[in-house]
């Protein structure tokens, strides 16, 4: 009857999806917790939170995770008796959710690496299971909006009442718009998600509800969409997101009080949660875009082959030069192209920071610290990879200062601080390229002295050395070390993601009993490019693999050493052509040159063929090349270093470049 | 041709469903994201079959339902609940407010193209 269709051909795109949900819950859980805390039932998020986990279970059961099944229904059960009976989460509950999420989370990574994905943990089990019907029912008065429709006002559940009415203790106001969608409508941008985007966009969106109306003109589908929205925007504002005129936009409160502080905004400023705008995002595997700029790379390959084409016909006398103009242009759009990929690549710091603070969350569980943490991640946008490789390096750094900085509420007490500690995560761009990145805390700062005792040198002068002694990984990996200078552990791995990986800086400033900045400056862009690793004279190296033409066996004992020369230029025959080889240990001056069977790495500069002998290829992998900045190191023929995730900088070779060196060798023999 | 409409809240799960029903001839498939988009499409278009999730946000499965029947035009829609919540009240309230079949996750394609075929052949008269 049908071709069959495997589901389970669905699981990364159910991964992508799964943990989109899952950054929602936890987002949200971490609202309602601080809300609970001050004592707010914040029961307009309870049903995202259900939502999230109710489609996560959907998909989980369509391809086959039974104990992701398993975990989020029981999830939702609470999340539902929540919701349907208004009743406020406990502290207990929230946190039994978020060990939830943490645990689906965990088996998504699993499924995501083809792993087995591990039965649900009994005892979250247990405790999702035991957990009581929540004791407080929800007796407190709801107040009702006073100004709505009766029809409406009874599909309106007691939390949507109560959003509505208590708008103006918000110092907002609630407003109903109604929407009517036509087709003329549509295509002017106004479709009901689109509007609903719009409004969400300015204000709180409390309920959509259709309503059927007379067919008329202005209401070709006999339908309208009833929009209640709580809101500070201008009445205005809120019609022109709608697409209505302003005049139709109803108050439904009358008077405004402002006499009770914004509570709920005290508490929601403590996580600033940027919500991603999603108008209009796709999201994709990254590998898909790493194959589209693999693909790019063949594309500027045969580029290379046709303008070397092009040479080889004006040499036999052929008129190219319409050619050259297309071909000129021709690389700047591969340029542009490549451009354009890279920008897809970018994602908002937002995005990386929005983890932050769940893991502050729960060092100030297993710390029992109090600590405040102040995101202010502004609008930034780095490329993936290096997103990637400073999350780690952000949590290490906001995991030592809760754990070994900040004090404890007694001893901040005597020191005449604020019982609760500050941990302050800052993002600025700087002139477009680097990111700045900061963790500080107002802890007990760095005492050099101790620091300079243990590591048995003098005393830093200076905070640059201060860092490296820092660093030194004797050093930071004794605990007691830690404790007393205010500092933890893995500094040197920090310092090495953001300088070797990424090509940046890491910089310290601490004042003893004050507090501790630490500066990460990072490229918002690093150059991937696919290498060929190799290793010549007990070395290792890397090349672009974009630059190379071919790679082959030769027997060094079999070239032709090429009369004449001084050094040690062999000639082979390969498909007629006669090809230089080089040992590249003798062109970088490393030793004394190998006789046997090797490989050459064959490359082409302006068409001539130059080969480099090597003694064994590696492998061929994506490698974050960092430009060598230093005048001192700036050789020709190096074009960077690299880490291949050993931790030791493993050189970048333009073999291209390096051929100009036979050039000349061969100019002198010639 | 038959028009489908599929609506659900999630990416994955529309495409599964259209994945299922692909292998039917002659049928054309349109996505709503919501419940919302899913009633404003149905006033605005004549569809010949809709494919309804129910949890989502604001106006959920029942309530597009529900909506659905009391419009004239509407009543002889053929409707196919498709989702998680398994429990025998939500499958009394979807077929109480109207919804031909209900289908519960995981489903496999053969029965959801089996529940589609059959409706499109018992040629209720859509209009």
New interface residues.
Partial sequence: ?????D?RE?VS??VT?AAEHLEVANSKLLLIESAARGGQPMLRHVR?VF?AL??I???A??V?VESIVTISHRMEAILRTADQASTALSLDTIDALLEGTRAIEVRVKQLADGLPVGEPPASLVLRLDTLDAEPEAATRAITRATRLDPAIAQKLSAAEHEHLATASAAGQRAYRADFF???AR?EQGF???RV?ERVSAIGE?V????L?VPATEHA????A?VILVVTSALPAQLAAAVGIDADAVIALDAEVKPEVAAESDAVEDELIVNEPARRGIVRVDVSRLDEAMDRLSSLVVSRFRLSREAVRLAERGVDVRTLQTLLAEHSRQLRDLRAAILKVRMVPIAEVLDRVPMIVRSLRRSTGKSVRLEIDGGHTELDKAVAERLFPAIVHLVRNAVDHAIETPDERARRGKPEEGLVRVTCTEHSNARLVLSVSDDGRGIDRETVARRAEVEVPATDAELLDLLCRPGLSTRDEVSTVSGRGMGLDIIRRVAVEQLGGELAVSSVWRVGTTFTMTVPLTVSIVDAFTFECAGQRFVVPVAIVDEIVEVDEGVATRLAGSKGNVRVFFRRGESIPLLPLEEVLGLGVERVGARKAIVVRRAGEPIAFAVDRMLGQQEVVVRPLEDPLVQVPGITGATDLGDGQPTLVVDLVALGGVVRMVRGAAA | MADVLVVD?????R??IV??L???PNLAFTHA??G??A??RL??KKFDLVVLDL?????GGI?VVE?VR??DQLRALPIVIV???GDESSRTRALDAGADRFMT???T??AI?AEVQALLASGRPTT
């Fill in positions: 009857m049908s071709d069959p269709v589901l669905f795109a159910f999806e995202d939502r109710h489609t279970k959907g998909l059961a369509m086959g969608p036509s087709p549509a479709s009901i998600n609903r969106l309920k959509v509800l259709p059927s070709p589908g006999g339908l969409f | 809240d999630s990416n994955v799960m495409d599964m994945a299922c692909r292998s039917l994201t919501t919302l988009e009633i404003e006033s605005l949890n989502m946000p604001d106006v309530e909506f009391a419009q989702t998680t919540r996750k995981p489903f394609p053969d193209v």
